[in-house]
């Protein structure tokens, strides 16, 4: 396949212009990119600038990024779909995650604080209530050796080597998880899954020796998660 040079013009799904201008080698080297009243949002001249790019269904700014040599190098941050609050600031390298970096729950609460090597997590710390509920090292983003603490800073569990218990949160801070690890991976206990657009109960389970056991809940709610995201 060739590679993407020279002058073009780019549509969103709602058949607007996001972005005219050029590109070299793959690259976005210089142009513009529009909102979908067309207005300008961002400009990048020979490879440099800082981008923005807006969710198409509420209009709500969903990332912006520093452009450097025609790709994502510098500081990211990300937004919220829903609220439009920050989700995510971190360093990037060649459009990768790579540094230092924090991540938010949707109530701009503190979720996780540490390091990414191109898109995985190193080690860091992870939080629930601004109280510290993890703090170890990673391998392919999983739990892989630290301590779990409970809600008054006490150690009540170790993980070593992908090997623990502890428990996981979702972004609105509810509780998804909690039971026994195998190799970094949910093993044995209670799973919960709650819509994001609704934030209703939508999965309700175990898992047992690694496989999820339980069902979807009652088409009401499938429903209703559609005509929500009809409306947003």
């Known amino acids: 396949m060739a590679k993407k040079n020279g002058k073009v013009k780019e549509y969103s799904s709602e058949g607007y212009i996001e972005f005219e201008g050029e590109y070299l080698s793959w690259k976005i080297w210089n142009g513009k990119g529009y909102d979908k009243d067309h207005n300008v949002v961002y400009a990048i001249n020979n490879g440099k600038g800082y981008k923005k790019d807006f969710c198409t269904k509420n209009n709500k700014l969903s990332y912006e990024a520093e452009y ?39 109530d701009e609460k503190l979720k996780y604080e540490g390091e990414y090597l191109y898109n995985f997590k190193l080690r860091g710390k992870e939080f629930h209530n601004e109280k510290l509920i993890y703090e170890g090292e990673y391998f392919l983003n999983k739990r892989w050796n630290g301590k779990i603490y409970d809600e008054n800073s006490n150690v009540i569990y170790e993980i070593k ?32 899954k709650y819509d994001t657009f609704t934030g209703k109960l939508s999965f309700e389970g175990e898992y047992s020796n690694g496989k999820k056991i339980g069902k979807e809940k009652n088409m009401i709610f499938l429903v209703e998660k559609y005509l929500l995201r009809e409306n947003i």
């Open 68 to 106: 450097l040599n025609g790709g994502i190098n510098g500081i990211v941050k990300k937004y919220h779909y829903l609220n439009g609050k920050l989700k995510f600031i971190g360093e990037y390298f060649n459009g990768s995650k790579n540094g230092k970096a924090k991540e938010y729950y949707l």
């Open 161 to 192: 080597e992908g090997n623990g218990k502890g428990k996981e949160y979702d972004d609105n801070g509810n509780l998804i998880f909690e039971g026994e690890y195998l190799n970094g991976e949910m093993n044995q206990g209670i799973m919960k």
